[in-house]
Every structure is written in C-alpha cells, then in structure tokens.
C-alpha cells in the first residue's frame, strides 16, 4: 500500500520560504513512471495543481507561480520536497503531495495522496 | 489556464437518488477529465478518468461521460458513503486545474 506523508512548519512568516517533505513509503520515487506532485487548497477554494517532477527527475511546475517553486527529491531518504520562496498570505493553503500516474501519455491524474498539512503564512 | 466550473456547487439528495454533476472546461480538452471525491478532512481520493475508466475499488454506481467541454459524472443510487465533495480535473494541457467541487448533502 502506497502512502505519503507531509512534513514541514505549519507557520512562515511573510517573504520567507516555505519548505515542506514528502515521505513516501510502500514504492519508490525513482521507480516507474510516476510524477510526484505538490497540490494545494487555499481556505474555501478549490484545489491548484503546483508542480510534478517525474520519475526520470524532469519537473513540471505551474506558471502561475512565477517561479517561486522548487521541487526535488532525495532517493536515499525516498522522498521529495517542495520549496516556495518569497511567500505571501495567499500562499496559506492546505498542502498535499501525490502520486500521479499517466491516465495518458504525458499528463496525470492523482492516485494516492498524503493527508495534507496546513501552512499558514503570517508574522 | 483552463478553466473548470462544475454545477452545481451543492445539491441535496437522499439515498437511493440518481445524482448527475456537470463539469465544463472553458476549451476543449478531448475526454482528458478525471473526477475526484472528498470527505471532509481527508485528501482526494481518484474515482474515474479517461473520462470513464474506473480506478481500483470504485463501485459501479459510478459512471462518468462526455468529452470536449462537457462532462458528467453520474451517481447511479446514492448511498450513505457518497455523500462527499466531487471535484474534476483536466489533464488535457498545462497546467492542469481542478473544479471548486460540488457538494453532496443530504
């Protein structure tokens, strides 16, 4: 059974940099072809997609963040991360990682989830 | 972006309903859509995409359609555990974005 987990503060302060892991267990982040996925849900909206990296180690990451997002992974600790810079209260949200696998060539849908861990942004 | 917007947002239904969400995309997305439900407090969790290849478990009251712009999922006889938020997801271009949900309630 696949399971992740997140992990990180649940406080940043503003213009600082939010980092948060992503613990997987029951299969392996460089292991077949998966995109393991950041996606986060602000308070009374809906979910926003914010970036993939994929098991050969390309990433993918939403436009609409303006650069600011950073996904890597650690193969010896079998996990992967998420870093977001210069964070602003809109970026207080609700924060999963998933697994995606290719519903086609190219493109996922979210099959497993971690059960998310809220990051508020405040001084 | 493509946009997503899902009616309705909430609907009230009793067990036993047939139970019918629209999702539509603001470009055609071929049949690249996948739905999703939500319990409160708990993360998605994959019901059907392609827009209608069922993921493991999925029960067969479960259906989804359409293709283009338009997409239902449709919940056959509603029982207790469905009631629940169902979100749709294109998968067609970058990025790829989500509906606000539509809410189930008694």
């Known amino acids: 059974q696949v399971q992740l987990q997140e992990s990180g503060p649940g406080l940043v302060r503003p213009s600082e940099t939010l980092s948060l892991t992503c613990s997987v267990s029951?299969?392996?982040?460089?292991?077949?072809?998966?995109?393991w996925s950041w996606i986060r849900q602000a308070p009374g909206k809906g979910l926003e997609w914010l970036g993939s990296?994929?098991?050969?180690?390309?990433?993918d990451y939403n436009p609409s963040l303006k650069r600011r997002f950073t996904i890597s992974v650690d193969t010896s600790k079998n996990h992967f991360s998420l870093k977001l810079s210069s964070v602003t209260a809109s970026d207080t949200a609700l924060y999963y990682c998933?697994?995606?696998?290719?519903?086609?060539?190219?493109?996922?849908?979210?099959?497993?989830w971690g059960q998310g861990t809220l990051v508020t942004v405040s001084s | 972006d493509i946009q997503m917007t899902q009616s309705p947002s909430s609907l009230s239904a009793s067990v036993g309903d047939r139970v019918t969400i629209t999702c539509r995309a603001s470009?055609?997305?071929?049949?690249?859509l996948a739905w999703y439900q939500q319990k409160p407090g708990k993360a998605p969790q994959l019901l059907i995409y392609?827009?209608?290849n069922f993921e493991s478990g999925v029960p067969s009251r479960f259906s989804g359609s359409g293709s283009g712009t338009e997409f239902t999922l449709t919940i056959s006889s509603l029982q207790p555990d469905d009631f629940a938020t169902y979100i749709c997801?294109?998968?067609?271009?970058?990025?790829?974005?989500f509906g606000q949900g539509t809410k189930v309630e008694i």
């Open positions: 997801q294109q998968y067609s271009d970058y990025p790829w974005t």
């Open positions: 392609n827009p209608s």
């Open positions: 470009q055609s997305i071929n049949k690249w």
């Open positions: 029951g299969d392996s982040v460089n292991s077949g072809s998966y995109y």
């Open positions: 990296l994929y098991s050969t180690g390309t990433t």
């Open positions: 998933a697994r995606g696998k290719a519903a086609i060539v190219g493109a996922p849908v979210f099959d497993y």
